[in-house]
């Protein structure tokens, strides 16, 4: 980077961490839109993180966990997709794109409240081409058992039988597991709470997760009934979690030398 | 939390993640302070991951690189501490206790600059008993060789043989290191760029780097340079760095079954 006079530096595309400088752009531009909370920021830290040390890619084990996940949507009577500040601010096109494919309604679920925060997030998705979004209207919202955040108000999560949780909080996952709703989470931190109470975690990035649900979505739903339910009793989602974790075990550990290339010269 | 309407919730003193909140409170206050950047609570977050991974303690490891930077200070003719806004924010009462006993003045330098923030970190270290700071005067600074970014302006940076980079980038520890100086870096990630530049690495959270180089240097002070010099020839960076490594395996390997315990009711 040749200029930070800004937080807005045009960073070129052939710069190493282009992809994760241009994302971070984005949560800090939705922090002064009003979409991402302050704490949001820092959460997409922790994710950058565990991104890294996973190798910045979407892995086998996740891939399987969007196979099972697809399928749980698509077999679900009543799937919703819970939205949050990041993940608007992220990626709003496709989380428009999937909802349409997966026919599976968007609702707005905030941890933090802030006066304008709903309407921005609103805004976003219009633009991104929604044409209803829930968890807007206060009127038509009830609470959910066992949580005391601002997450407790939803709307047709409530009834919901499936219902997808990208970047959520361990609270939350647990209220809604303990409602016998099956919980799909994308997580990158695969200790997270969250992570572990899910039935089906997706221990990846949501930059590459949403794309590759539509991608995974178009396939399965030329499958029947039975061949969606074979996908998901195949998968086990704590044995997915232990192998996600074997690879960034595998990662420090060829890094123990790899690392210090970048200095040899110097040594 | 049963509260957060805003962002400022009172964390009881019991919450498992106590510690961790108070200072995730101090970072966001920094921003709307102007002391910290947009960018550094993303950077904040990514440390707070590498913190979970490692136990969120001080290891052995880093106590080892605590004990061989406070030796390296001691032993330095123009030691200096290079303060950013995180590290302000974070540690303000700590750096400047540091600075006066190892007798290294602070010296702020910034990536990301804006209009009153050199003002807003300046009061901060003067509010916690600073007497002189360095790095405020652009007509005392020199460019850095090697570095286009805004961190080339240094004061006592440009003459100093030992500098302790606290949550530094890794094109400047690059450049300090091409300068031929003494880098002593503070990073959670063991594997950033400025973790295998530096000459001494103290994997750990500043937060507990801060208190605990104080002790250690209230005790080395008392030994003699041939004491110190021995101190700093035992110390072996890359073995240190990949004994960290080790620990983030280990703790990984443990929480294959640990972490699901908290769900085992369940399955």
Known sequence: MTSNENQDPTV???HPRYESLKYRHKIIEGMKNLVVAEAGLIAHGRGECFDYILGEKTTQYAKKAIGAAVAAILLAE??????????????????????KILIAPLE???????EGRIEAIKDILLKAGATIIHGINVSKMVDLEGLESNRRKVELIADADVVLV?????????????LNKTVIAVDLNPLSRTALW??????????????????????????????LKQILQKFNNKLNIQNTLNLIVEY????????????????
């Not at 990208?166 to 303990?178: N, Q, W």
């Not at 590759?212 to 396939?219: D, H, L, P, Q, V």
């Open 12 to 14: 070129p595309k052939t």
């Open 78 to 99: 009543k799937p919703v997709i819970s939205v949050n500040g990041n993940v608007a601010a992220l990626v709003p096109d496709g989380l428009v794109s999937l909802s």
């Open 108 to 114: 707005i679920n905030l941890f933090y409240q802030k």
């Open 166 to 178: 990208p970047l959520e909080d361990g609270d939350r996952t647990e209220a809604l597991k303990k």
């Open 198 to 227: 899910a039935d089906i975690t997706i221990v990846d990035n949501i930059v590459r997760t949403v794309p590759e649900m539509i991608k995974i979505a178009n396939e399965l739903k030329k499958l029947n009934i039975t061949q």
């Open 252 to 267: 420090i550990e060829r890094q123990k030398e790899k690392a210090f290339e970048i200095v040899k010269f110097r040594l």
